[in-house]
């Protein structure tokens, strides 16, 4: 196990840094080109252990995957119907998107698949997909869990074989869950009817815009999504994908350039799709200088450029619409929080506590650490930012979750003393050579053995 030591900033970050391949355009894009004809080739930047759980789970499936190059994965696509009986039961590692989207594509094999998790994901509500999968007919099961409803891993799938066929369907989610309404959309892909998936307001959409770039009939009206499965061919085309930069791996660097005294940095390349781009709009309403602009369109999804620059920040509330679009980003807007003039009201934001960790109670406990007064609520907290001294510098644990460590880090830079985030290996998930990139803006932190 390891532990990141951090330095309070000793000069201005400045530099423009190239950051990982979106991670939830990585597990489509590979799910998607293993169900083509034909190969595809993926390439994402610096892939994360995420994604690589959802690419070894294929390989699983009978899917051949290539790495002929780093950042480079060949998918030979075996067609709608040609993925094989796993031998063992298919690790989804720390992933969540892995497990709901892989449960919402195996429903519709004729196959037996059993899908499993390392402790945290096994921990994770898993009823919102079971429930709406088996209303259309699907065999889902999974471990019930103590509190009335509750569902988790391991989720056993299958077999489905003719003449069984998934109905059309119409969900209404009570949460916004772009997970759940992948697994939904791609369950879809295996009926003769409509899947209609509708949510309060709309989480990230790359499934709907890589289904429509790929012939698939997507209907969209709002937070309402159709997949017109009597008009479906059936057959997905081969593709080739740059993945764009991923703008949740991106906020960690924009956050600390926006924090530590005259930094100015950047990214370029990343994905500004508007249902991602929550933490851009959080910040904002931080008063935090921020400059972003749209550079091209890659499969549907804006690509462009984004900067920051450090300035006086100022509480706010973030509630509503924006939490979806920003569902990852919250722990790091409660780092902004820290240091913004005045009270930050976070609500609206219950999702947080069956992410990785309970992100809401781990932020709470990392944000006082670094004394930072913290209250939570049922569906939030509260922060009183600490804007006339520094943080303390500490020793505090990422609670095993990767969005947790790296915000710490970045609280860090702005601490009058080291900080020590325990059990870090985490971060690999998502933001592989965190530390080094961080480096390169010149901060100074590194990775030792705990
Ligand atoms: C993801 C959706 C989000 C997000 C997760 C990735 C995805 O979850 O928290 O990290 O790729 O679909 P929900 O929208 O299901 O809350």
């Keep these: 196990m390891s532990d990141l030591l951090v330095k309070p900033a000793a000069k201005p970050l400045s530099g423009v840094v190239p950051v990982p391949g979106d991670k939830s355009i990585t597990h489509r894009a590979l799910m998607l080109a293993a169900l083509a004809e034909g190969k595809s080739e993926v390439r994402s930047f610096r892939m994360g252990a995420d994604n690589r759980s959802t690419a070894s789970a294929l390989r699983a499936l009978g899917v051949l995957v290539e790495e002929p190059a780093q950042d480079t994965l060949i998918v030979h696509g075996v067609g709608l ?107 879809g892909l295996y009926s003769d009817g409509k899947t209609t998936f509708q ?22 009206s709002g937070a309402v999504v159709v997949l017109d499965g009597p008009n479906f061919s059936g057959k997905l085309p081969a593709f080739e994908l740059e993945v764009p930069g991923d703008l949740s791996a ?31 709009d959080m910040a904002r309403q931080f008063q935090a200088s921020l400059f972003s602009a749209a550079e091209g369109l890659v499969l549907g999804e804006t690509i462009g450029a984004v900067r920051a620059t450090a300035g006086g920040l100022f509480g706010t509330t973030l509630a509503g619409e924006l939490i979806p679009r920003g569902i990852d980003e919250v722990p790091i807007a409660l780092a902004l929080a820290a240091r913004a ?99 390169a803006l010149g901060a100074e932190m590194s990775v030792v053995e705990s």
């Excluded at 309060?200 to 890589?210: L, W, Y």
Aim: glycine share 10%.
């Design 81 to 187: 119907h040609g993925l094989s009986e796993p031998k063992t039961p298919i690790d989804c590692g720390n992933s969540g998107t892995s497990m709901r989207l892989f449960a919402g594509l195996l429903v519709g094999q004729t196959f037996r698949s059993v899908l499993v998790g390392d402790e945290s994901l096994s921990g994770r509500p898993m009823a919102r997909i079971v429930d709406p999968l088996r209303a259309r007919g699907a065999r889902i099961e999974g471990r019930i869990g103590k509190k009335p409803g509750q569902v988790t891993a391991p989720l056993e799938i299958g077999p489905f074989p003719p003449p069984n066929v998934l109905s059309e369907t119409y969900f209404s989610s009570p949460i916004a869950s772009a997970q759940v309404k992948s697994a939904l959309l791609l369950s």
């Design 199 to 220: 949510e309060p307001t709309i989480s990230r959409d790359h499934t709907e815009r890589m289904l429509d770039g790929l012939g698939v009939p997507i209907l969209r």
């Design 341 to 439: 003039r005045g009270k930050t009201v976070i609500a609206d934001a219950q999702e947080l506590r069956v992410k990785e960790s309970d992100r809401l109670h781990a932020m709470a406990l990392v944000l006082s650490a670094f004394g930072v007064p913290c209250v939570e609520t049922a569906d939030g907290c509260e922060v009183e930012g600490v804007v006339d001294r520094p943080l303390s510098g500490c020793e505090v644990d990422s609670f095993g979750d990767h969005r947790i460590a790296m915000s710490a880090a970045v609280l860090a830079l702005v601490a009058d003393g080291p900080t020590r985030i325990k059990n870090v290996d985490n971060i690999a998930t998502s933001f592989p050579r965190f530390a080094g990139t961080m480096r």
């Design 250 to 280: 991106a906020a960690f660097i924009l956050a600390a350039g926006m924090l530590v005294p005259d930094s100015d940095v950047g990214v370029r390349r990343v994905g500004l799709n508007p249902t991602r781009t929550g933490f851009l």
